[in-house]
């Protein structure tokens, strides 16, 4: 177990008073789920986010966006330990189950398990929208209490309680949640201390009666769980070096799928600004198509077949929604088109910086990048002889439909892949996209027989890419720049490399990255872009484009130079080894939305890049 002796969510004891008080909250917080449901448990054993019945729900828990009440534990699911005064918490190894150990000042201490349940029952993954905590008492004789203070509507309502022999029901408009537990329900719904001589379990989830005893039922969850990601883990091809961070990357991209659907969102949550008091707070709880590229090469890497599968097959269905060729930047995970955003004002939001944002407007923009990252996402299907679902004429000719869309616009303007939302421009990675729309094409077209056809995406990818050679280098700036005929640098032209539009040593490409390093970079973090946006100048790191300059970095031959950084970068997650969107390179802390599957995808591909070999050590 990690040990946290002092943290910024430290609880102080007020004085006369068993209960402490929360301070501030941050990102310190494990995620369990089990692909339909996710929770937040931060540093206290606190559940301070979780949405039911499914990722971009309301939240039942919503206490990241707004520590209410006198003790700032409105929104929470909470264990506390009497004089609680420092905290452990840890994964077990190749699970996404978090253990957190609460000791007091005379070292009497509690265990809490958290998990979500997922494993094989019955030829399918039985994965219920349901949360299983376990707490044993581990030294002296320890007093706790259980706060359950769900909420609905956005945290405006509180549900209504009815008590069981066992059980409480929770209900609020829409659902209905049933609290099973062998603590005692006085004790529990009065919020009461009381000695924990034994292990308790409570299990929340659907209203329905358990087939078996509380103790047997979580116990046989945990047993059943546990085994169940073991196996999961086991069957990952890992690189030789930092296995246990490529380990709960790869965990963490499995949690963040809504396996229902195949749909991966970007993030678990909503409205975590990129830095303090930006405005820039955002709902990521939905599908980038941006994030294809990178997602099904980590899933590729890791040899992790049915999950990159199940994502594919949600891209397929949305390529063959959108009859007329052209694609939204974002959709839901169940392929909602429409996402209205709008503001909440029943939350204040993390640490008071409003606003709490649901929904997400950039479902509206123009963003010409999405038919190439659908693209080369797909492509992983058309020459991947491992898959159950075999390619068939009308994938050709739904995939050649974004391969046309890709050559009507890529020198068009468009919100660019950082969804400016007040100007346009013919962005270089928008038209960089484009391009490689049309080289996969001609290369898939090559690959299945179709020699005409490869030829004619071909000849319009050399078309694409004189365009951007031409239009997007700029000789004041000695760089590829953000858009065409402008002057501002920006992060995505390392995208570059990554597609494969250039030679990992053409000079171009190098005197671009070195021009990135002085203007963009702090230390071993990455900003997006140089100039102002529609929030003024970004303030923290995009942690994604650290990654890209580290990829960058290794395919020019500066290899040690990349390690470095990739270094620092992980010495930069979060206690459980996870990161969100942003960091503040001058105090290290993590911003933006929690956790960031772009970010996570990033320390796979940079660790399957840059490690040793297995046969240097074998």
């Known amino acids: 177990m990690q040990k946290v002796v002092s943290d910024p969510i430290a609880l102080a004891q007020t004085a006369g008073s068993a209960s402490p008080t929360l301070l501030q909250p941050s990102l310190q917080l494990a995620l369990i789920g089990n692909c339909a449901i996710s929770a937040l448990v931060d540093q206290r054993a606190r559940i301070v986010w979780c949405c039911i019945p499914r990722f971009d729900a309301d939240p039942v828990f919503c206490a990241l966006l707004d520590a209410g009440g006198a003790d700032g534990l409105d929104g929470t ?100 949640l049933r609290l099973t537990t062998s603590a005692p329900l006085t004790y529990l719904t009065g919020e009461t201390w009381f000695s924990l001589d034994r292990p308790v379990s409570l299990i929340l989830g659907p209203d329905e009666t358990l087939a078996g005893g509380i103790e047997d039922t979580a116990r046989e969850f945990e047993e059943q769980t546990s085994l169940h990601w073991r196996h999961w883990t086991r069957s990952l091809a890992v690189p030789l070096q930092w296995q246990e961070a490529v380990i709960r990357s790869a965990i963490t991209l499995k949690l963040c799928q809504y396996e229902e ?114 693209v080369l996402g797909s492509a992983q299907a058309f020459h991947d002889n ?17 391969g046309e869309r890709a050559w009507a616009v890529h020198d068009q303007p468009d919100a660019g892949m950082w969804e400016l939302r007040t100007r346009t421009s013919v962005h270089t990675t928008s ?83 070195d021009a990135l390093e002085r203007s963009l970079c702090d230390g071993p973090f990455l900003r997006r872009y140089e100039a102002a946006d529609d929030f003024g100048l970004p303030q923290t790191a995009f942690i994604a484009c650290s990654f890209w300059r580290i990829d960058a970095l290794a395919r020019i031959g500066r290899i040690e130079r990349a390690r470095e950084i990739f270094e620092a970068v992980l010495a930069r997650r979060n206690h459980v080894g996870l990161l969100s969107e942003d960091l503040d390179p001058s105090t290290g802390e993590l911003w933006g939305n929690f956790p960031q599957t772009y970010s996570m995808a990033g320390i796979i591909n940079c660790a399957t890049r840059l490690s040793l070999p297995w046969d240097s050590v074998i």
Request: include cysteine.
């Open 77 to 176: 699911f909470a264990v506390e330990l009497e004089g609680c005064c420092r905290s452990e918490q840890s994964y077990d190894p190749g699970t996404a189950i978090v253990r957190t150990r609460l000791y007091d000042a005379q070292d009497q201490a509690v265990e809490v398990t958290d998990f979500a349940p997922r494993f094989f029952q019955r030829d399918r993954f039985f994965r219920p929208a349901q949360i299983v905590r376990r707490i044993r008492p581990l030294h002296g004789h320890p007093r706790v209490r259980l706060i359950l203070r769900a909420r609905s509507e956005w945290g405006a309502s509180e549900p209504a309680r009815s008590r069981g022999g066992h059980h409480l029901r929770l209900i609020a408009s829409g659902w209905t």
């Open 386 to 402: 491992r898959l159950l679902r075999r390619i068939d004429e009308s994938d050709h000719t739904a995939l050649e439909r974004m």
């Open 431 to 513: 038209a960089l996209m484009c391009w490689a729309a049309c080289d996969r094409l001609a290369k898939i077209e090559g690959a299945t027989g179709r020699p005409e056809h490869a030829s004619r995406w071909a000849e319009r990818a050399d078309a694409i890419k004189g365009r951007i050679v031409e239009q997007a280098w700029s000789e004041h700036r000695q760089a590829f720049v953000s858009s065409f005929g402008g002057t501002d640098l920006d992060a995505g032209v390392l995208l570059m490399a990554e597609v494969g539009f250039l030679e990992r040593h053409d000079s171009r490409f190098i005197r671009t990255l």
């Open 261 to 374: 659907t195949g749909a991966i969102v970007a993030a678990m949550t909503t409205s975590i600004p990129e830095a303090p008091g930006s405005q820039r707070n955002w709902d990521y709880r939905y599908c980038w198509l941006r994030d294809a590229l990178f997602v099904v090469r980590a899933l590729n890497s890791l040899a992790e077949l049915s999950t990159m599968e199940n994502y594919l097959r949600w891209v397929n269905d949305v390529v063959r929604t959108e009859v007329d060729g052209r694609l939204q930047p974002l959709y839901g995970i169940g392929l909602e088109p429409h996402l209205p955003e709008r503001t909440v004002s029943s939350l204040r939001g993390y640490r008071g910086l409003g606003p709490v944002r649901v929904g997400n407007q950039a479902h509206e923009h123009t963003q010409h990048d999405v038919y190439g990252n659908v």
